[in-house]
Nanobody, 116 residues
Framework: QVQLVESGGGLVQPGGSLRLSCVHS????????MDWYRQAPGKQRELIAG???????HFADSVADRFTISRDNAKNAVYLHMDSLKPEDTAVYYC??????????WGQGTQVTVSS
């Protein structure tokens, strides 16, 4: 069974940092990109960052100057490092693994709450 497991969410004060991790079980082959999405209450899920096998990255404008993404292919892992967090970053964060044959796998999500 394919599994993607996110971790690292939690409660953080505005201006703080968190690092999210996402590891897949290794049962996914031919992974191309791994992406991070988030979904705030009452809003649609949005793509915020992604990284290809080549290392090429992309970010949503809202996070580009505050978040970084990295990947460890040997560990089947992708990481999202978030700095200067704002209350509007509060959301459930999801990772996805996208294969070369256009199959997308999702994790269960991890809650990030930015509040004083």
């Amino acid at each position: 069974q394919v599994q993607l497991v996110e971790s690292g969410g939690g409660l953080v004060q505005p201006g703080g940092s968190l690092r999210l991790s996402c590891v897949h079980s290794g049962s996914i082959s031919n992974v191309d990109t791994m992406d991070w999405y988030r979904q705030a209450p009452g809003k649609q899920r949005e793509l915020i960052a992604g990284i290809a096998t080549s290392g090429r990255t992309h970010f949503a404008d809202s996070v580009a100057d505050r978040f970084t993404i990295s990947r460890d292919n040997a560990k089947n892992a992708v990481y999202l490092h978030m700095d200067s967090l704002k209350p509007e970053d509060t959301a459930v964060y999801y990772c996805s693994a996208n294969t070369y044959d256009d199959i997308t796998y999702w994790g269960q999500g991890t809650q990030v709450t930015v509040s004083s």
